[in-house]
């Protein structure tokens, strides 16, 4: 499988933007990009995906890289909900095995 | 909005003894899977089923496990002669589709504790 890296963690202030990264410079051409976040005590949550254009939903913004070697997670306006594990996984279009990394902690400040 | 339940919330169980863990996937959904997470660990699959059989399963995966859908509604994970280092959380999920893009839905998981 194709490999992401995100930053350990990431802070940011309740009712701003939240910018995270992931990194995944050996993506294939096949390969859908998919973010989950966890919240504490529960099960993942599925949050947005994308192949090659920029996606928008009622939970986030998915912004892919041109060449497709990054993307990012936008939330628009950040909440105390919002504090979890965010995970950026790579999936085939012959696949549906999700491989969760470290993910990225985000920590949301009052 | 429709979702993915398990039970029981926690279960302790002897060392040596078996387990099932239940899931009630969404209705319409085709795909099932079972994850685990050993606490402070990621969380690692573990095998995904379809049309009443394996389609995949992680090296996780040995003869200790099996999974079954004995009725319409019910997905479960077996667990025989359960070790200490199964104690987890075990998640249940189902997708529409298993053809990278549809989304999977997670249950809130059973925390196994294997004394």
């Known amino acids: 499988d194709a490999k992401t890296t995100q930053p350990n963690s990431m802070e940011s202030n309740e009712e701003e933007p939240v910018h995270l990264p992931c990194n995944h410079s050996t993506i294939s051409g096949t390969d859908y990009i998919h973010w989950y976040r966890q919240l504490p005590s529960q099960g993942p949550e599925y949050v947005i995906h994308?192949?090659?254009s920029n996606v928008n939903n009622r939970m986030a913004s998915l912004a892919i890289a041109e060449d497709r070697k990054s993307s990012t997670l936008i939330l628009h306006r950040a909440t105390l909900r919002d504090a979890a594990v965010y995970y950026c996984i790579l999936l085939q279009t012959s696949g549906s095995r999700l491989t969760f990394g470290e993910g990225t902690q985000l920590t949301v400040n009052p | 909005e429709p979702e993915v339940t398990q039970t029981p919330s926690h279960q302790v169980t002897q060392m040596g003894q078996e387990v099932i863990l239940r899931c009630v996937p969404i209705s319409n959904h085709l795909y099932f899977y079972w994850y685990r997470q050993i606490l402070g660990q990621k969380v690692e699959f573990l095998v995904s089923?379809?049309?009443?059989?394996?389609?995949?399963k992680s090296e996780i995966f040995d003869d200790q496990f099996s999974v079954e859908r004995p009725d319409g509604s019910n997905f479960t994970l077996k667990i025989r002669s359960t070790k200490l280092e199964d104690s987890a959380m075990y998640f249940c999920?189902?997708?529409?589709?298993?053809?990278?893009?549809?989304?999977?839905?997670f249950g809130q998981g059973t925390r196994l504790t294997v004394v």
């Open positions: 999920a189902s997708s529409e589709a298993d053809r990278g893009w549809p989304e999977a839905f």
């Open positions: 089923f379809y049309n009443n059989e394996i389609s995949e």
């Open positions: 994308g192949l090659t």
